[in-house]
């Protein structure tokens, strides 16, 4: 299998390096990258030139300053090239209007931050082991 490439949306640094921190403890070969707000979220993944440049899977943060991640969520699944991209809402809240926004939206799941490292890493492994393993990719 092809090296998987994801891409983290998240304005909180603290965030970005925790989750780099769980994906190098966990046995997962993926390229992440990473976008600290909406708008270079969405500059970046139309910024790539085919298909095979898209990521796999997108982890997005829903409370951010300027375009958030329902804005980002919504501009993505209108894009063409962008609407089949799985988007994993990573946030901390677990409001039901949240949540059911976003699956209107057409997120993928929506998952809320855990608060440690080891369950972060238990969590980036379970979700790469679905996504990575389990679900097939046109």
């Known amino acids: 299998m ?11 640094e603290a965030d970005l390096d925790l989750f780099k921190l769980a994906l190098s403890k966990c046995n997962i070969d993926v390229d992440m990258n990473t976008a600290c707000n909406g708008e270079e979220a969405l500059e970046n993944l139309r910024g790539l030139s085919d298909q095979k440049s898209l990521p796999s899977l997108v982890f997005l943060d829903l409370n951010m300053p300027g375009k958030n991640g329902r804005e980002v969520l919504a501009e993505m699944k209108a894009d063409a090239n962008l609407k089949t991209i ?20 057409g997120c993928s799941c929506y998952l809320r931050k855990p608060s440690s490292l080891s369950d972060l890493r238990a969590l980036l492994e379970a979700t790469s082991q679905f ?3 389990k679900v097939i990719f046109s």
């Open 2 to 12: 092809a090296k998987q490439k994801i891409l983290v949306v998240d304005d909180d």
């Open 86 to 105: 799985p988007v994993i809402v990573f946030t901390s809240s677990d409001y039901e209007n949240d949540v059911r926004q976003c699956y209107d939206l």
């Open 131 to 133: 996504w990575f393993e």
